[in-house]
């Protein structure tokens, strides 16, 4: 069960504007196991939709530039491929529900029409099955098939990201990228659409990367979690190892700046500062500058990965200090 | 739709009207007098004012136009001044050589002009962009007068491949709808460009790539039909201005078409047939503006939805309530 379905090693990626470098996504490492739930959670611009996008090989071409890095899927390494096998895995194997439902789907053409065209290319269907195909979907995500031919604006945004959904569940992916599905939508149809994913992700045994940087989120429906922050993972392991041994300072704001409930305070405690400027990033730990601990070899060189507990690994000092 | 349409052709009805007195006001303040030009410099002014009674033009602005208008209800648009044969005749046998100039030009722009600017767009920033981008701006910049000169000179007096002028055979209408659909090609493949270049950036565009969509149906299915609505806006306005610039092609390839019946009709002040020309180019232009609305609302649903008429969209719900209904009795029915 514990088989590794992707792995990430060690990925880099910029994008080059006309003005500057921006160093998006700094040598990262992942793992998604078979069947499990990976929430990886940071603020904007921490690099989370890059690192998806890289993932299908899908970021835009001109500007970014992966510079090193291997992304093991099933054993092929994703980046030495070919474009034409790359697209037989697109949509089949991985496919991606990208943020906002307004904007991800084709105004003009019909939603049923959106959804089976992936049938199509990904299986030898006739136009017929893959129309019945797609109804199937679209009763999966709950919504009627008689509107299989209706058009993406006669649909509300819960109800579009609902079809986004059946768009990436349509060829029963191994892998499932969700960047932030419910970004979007209001709290209660959020609720839905996640309880929706988590009932279709245990009935169609896909595995799931769960971009979001809601932590509610994550404890609910992941297994593992891994905080990015300024294109780095620094912290990464099993929810409960996360969630009730924090060892990363920066987890542990992320942490302490959610509103509480059970406490009577009159103002939330946010992460003083700002995400460093990803085109000019400080030579020593990315996140020295807002760090309450932050000593003097924080600023001058770069923590490296430490393993407290299998499987839950830091990037920081302070954890490794006890040496 | 077919409400919409009956909607449509009825509101050409003021807007010809309109038309026809423009027309009729400009002809007025024009300088310039058909009686005199028709009989030369040597007339007597006997001579011309009997011409001018004979032609009504001594009648008040209003009675001039009122009898215009009644003969024009009746499908008479009068007789030219200068051959003295009906306006309609003449111009039914010249109208067939100003629709085909138009429609091949305006075919050839679409044909090169819509996959160039795809082809453009889809190779920014590269050198193959640039040099569609310089050529395009020369055509767009170059009048058509000129291009029609040039291609004289090169392919019909240097090469003989073609010929002057005439169109005896197939080949003489190749130069003037080239020369006329140069410019044109130029600015639809710099709309069909800038239009693309909006439209692959959409996150639509990224949803498709990441359902393993090929490029090519990347390209010509997603990206192409969001961005060929404002294009085919801009070749219904195209077809206004061809109808105007298959003037100046007809003029000097010699074409017996509208535009040159027009043309000659302009120098000598004959009233009917400018009134006819105009009447009948606005005509068509109005009709070529409502197919493009017509095919906007074939390409877009969401334009489409503002002409469905109520009752049909209460048929629909109706449909889908028993489609409802036939679902739930099957469900049960299990």
Redesign the interface.
């Known amino acids: 069960m514990s088989e590794e379905l992707l792995e990430i090693k060690d990925l880099r990626i910029e994008y080059h504007t006309d003005e500057s470098v921006i160093h998006a996504v700094n040598g990262i490492d992942l793992s998604v196991k078979k069947g499990q739930t990976l929430g990886l959670v940071g603020e904007t611009g921490a690099g989370k939709t890059t690192i998806a ?1 890289s993932i ?1 090989r ?1 970021l835009p071409g ?1 500007q970014a530039k992966i510079l090193s890095g291997e992304i093991r899927f099933e054993g092929k390494d994703l980046l030495s491929v070919s474009e034409r096998e790359m ?6 194997k991985i ?2 529900i ?1 943020q ?1 439902p307004m ?8 939603i049923g029409f959106q959804i089976s ?2 049938l199509k ?2 299986n030898k269907l006739t136009k017929k099955e893959a129309r019945k195909k797609a109804c199937e979907m679209l009763e999966l995500v709950g919504i ?1 098939s ?1 509107r299989y031919d209706e ?1 993406p ?2 649909f509300s945004g819960g109800m579009k990201q609902r079809v ?1 959904i059946a ?1 990436g569940l349509a060829c029963n992916p191994e892998l499932l990228l969700a960047d932030e599905p419910t970004t979007a939508l209001d709290v209660t149809i959020q609720a839905q659409v996640l309880e929706m994913m988590a009932e279709l992700k245990e009935k169609l045994d896909t595995s799931v990367i769960l971009i979001t940087h809601d932590l509610g989120v994550v404890a609910n429906f992941c297994d593992s979690v891994a905080v990015a922050y300024a294109g780095e993972i620094v912290e990464r392991g099993t929810v409960e190892q996360i969630f009730d041994h924090v060892a990363h300072p920066y987890t542990e704001g992320l942490f302490a700046s959610l509103p509480r409930l059970d406490r009577r305070e009159r103002r939330l405690k946010p992460i003083k500062g700002l995400m460093p400027d990803p085109a000019a990033l400080p030579e020593g730990c990315s996140f020295c500058d807002r760090c309450p601990y932050a000593e003097e070899r924080c600023f001058k060189t770069k923590p490296a990965d430490v393993e407290l507990e299998p499987g839950h690994i830091v990037k920081c000092f302070r954890v490794a200090g006890g040496e | 739709m077919l409400k919409f349409i009956g909607k449509r052709l009825l509101m050409l009805i003021p807007v010809l009207i309109g038309i026809t007195l423009v027309v009729q006001l400009l002809l007025e303040v024009t300088p310039g007098d058909p009686a005199k030009l028709m009989l030369g410099m040597n007339a007597t002014p006997e001579r011309v004012a009997a011409l001018r009674e004979e032609l009504g033009l001594n009648d008040p602005f209003l009675v001039r136009y009122g009898r215009y208008i009644w003969n024009l209800c009746h499908g008479d648009l009068g007789n030219s001044f200068m051959t003295g044969r009906p306006v309609f005749s003449e111009m039914i046998q010249r109208f067939p050589y100003t629709l085909v100039l138009v429609c091949i030009s305006l075919f050839l722009s679409v044909v090169f002009g819509i996959p160039l600017g795809v082809f453009a767009s889809t190779h ?2 590269t050198w193959k962009d640039n040099l569609a981008m310089f050529a395009a701006l020369f055509c767009v910049s170059m009048p058509a007068f000129w291009f029609a000169l040039m291609l004289i000179q090169r392919f019909a007096v240097k090469w003989r491949l073609l010929p002057l002028s005439g169109i005896a055979s197939w080949k003489g209408w190749v130069l003037p709808c080239v020369a006329l659909a140069l410019g044109f090609t130029a600015t639809i493949t710099r709309q069909t460009r800038s239009n693309m270049l909006e439209v692959i950036r ?3 565009i ?9 490029e090519v149906t990347i390209k010509y299915r ?1 990206a192409l ?2 961005a060929v609505t404002p294009v085919i806006m801009v070749v219904g306005g195209m077809f206004g201005m061809m109808l105007g610039g298959a003037l100046i092609s007809e003029t000097i390839f010699s074409i017996p078409g509208l535009g040159q019946y027009t043309m000659q009709a302009l120098n000598s002040r004959d009233y009917p047939v400018i009134q006819s020309s105009v009447l009948v180019l606005s005509l068509l232009f109005a009709i070529v503006i409502l197919l493009v609305d017509i095919i906007f609302a074939l ?4 334009i489409r ?1 503002q002409y469905i008429s109520k009752r049909q969209k209460e048929a629909r719900t109706d449909q ?1 309530k028993e ?2 209904e036939k ?1 739930a009795a099957h469900s049960e029915g299990r």
């Open positions: 996008k299908l899908i001109l697209r037989k895995i697109r949509g089949n496919a991606m990208f906002d904007t991800a789907l084709n105004p003009i053409e019909t065209e992936t290319i990904h009627p008689y058009y604006h006669q986004v768009i | 920014q920033h959409q996150d639509y990224t949803t498709a790539r990441a359902k393993g969509v090929s997603h039909k969001n390409i877009d649903p969401r939805s889908k489609d409802q679902g």
